[in-house]
Nanobody
């Protein structure tokens, strides 16, 4: 099982980006999925999460600007980021709680994608 993230880049403040993260491999089911970020010199923090049933939660700093969604057919989680601010600059990591076809459950991480917001 692996997670492949994409969609990062350089954008001006006020702009938008959409991140995608696709899970592939020997997957039986996927439970919670989410996005985390880590800025230089800071700890990794939760940005947004979404349950298998579609319930969402967000960090206070991104509420009203970011939207997390998932496509259960494609095993993909998205993060739509609007009104981006320089303080959103970080490496963004996707995370998923996955049960594989041997019924072994664990959390997986994507490789990280850089988001840079210029002022």
């Amino acid at each position: 099982v692996q997670l492949q993230a994409s969609g990062g880049g350089l954008v001006q403040a006020g702009g938008s980006l959409r991140l995608s993260c696709a899970a592939s491999g020997s997957i039986f089911s996927i439970n919670d999925m989410g996005w985390f970020r880590q800025a230089p010199g800071k700890q990794r923090e939760l940005v947004a999460g979404i349950t298998r049933g579609g319930s969402t939660n967000y960090a206070d700093s991104v509420k009203g600007r970011f939207t997390i969604s998932r496509d259960s057919v494609k095993n993909t989680v998205y993060l739509q980021m609007n009104s981006l601010k320089p303080e959103d600059t970080a490496v963004y990591f996707c995370n998923a709680d996955i049960v594989n076809r041997q019924y072994y459950r664990r959390a997986y991480w994507g490789q990280g994608t850089q988001v840079t917001v210029s002022s």
